[in-house]
């Protein structure tokens, strides 16, 4: 029988694959919280992880306050087998090695104050969001 956590991520996920057959989320109890692994077809992963992380970054947002309902600490880890079997996990906290550095105010050419002052507060943002990641709730 799944639990409330388990029956939560399959429901969302399920609503985000094209092979919601296929979804399966494995749930194991340590000395730091509650693990839900969550399977899918390799072709639903990137759908599940979304654009820079953002929709895995949403489901365990949405993990975490349920957490906090039923007094638990959630993590979710991501597996994908490939074709051949292979079991990879995806982390999505960390940006991924290929993308390019972000320039500095002052190395960029044209920059307004306005656009300075935004991309501080989106820089700002941006390490609040990842300390918030860092809770524990």
Do not use: C
């Not at 307004?112 to 524990?136: G, H, I, Q």
Request: charged residues 35%; hydrophobic residues 35%.
């Amino acid at each position: 029988m799944a639990t409330i956590d388990q029956q939560f991520v399959e429901y969302i996920v399920k609503t985000l694959v094209n092979n919601p057959d296929k979804v399966v989320v494995d749930r194991k109890i340590d000395e730091k919280g509650v693990l839900l692994s969550l399977t899918v077809d390799p072709e639903d992963v990137g759908r599940v992880i979304g654009k820079r992380g953002v929709t895995a970054q949403s489901i365990r947002m949405l993990l975490r306050a349920l957490g906090t309902k039923q007094d638990a600490r959630y993590n979710l880890k991501i597996v994908n087998t490939d074709g051949e079997g292979e079991r990879q996990t995806h982390n999505t906290h960390e940006a991924p090695a290929e993308e390019p550095a972000e320039e500095t105010a002052e190395e960029a050419v044209g920059e307004t104050p306005e656009d300075s002052e935004t991309s501080e507060l989106a820089e700002k943002t941006r390490a609040e969001l990842a300390d918030l990641d860092d809770l524990d709730i």
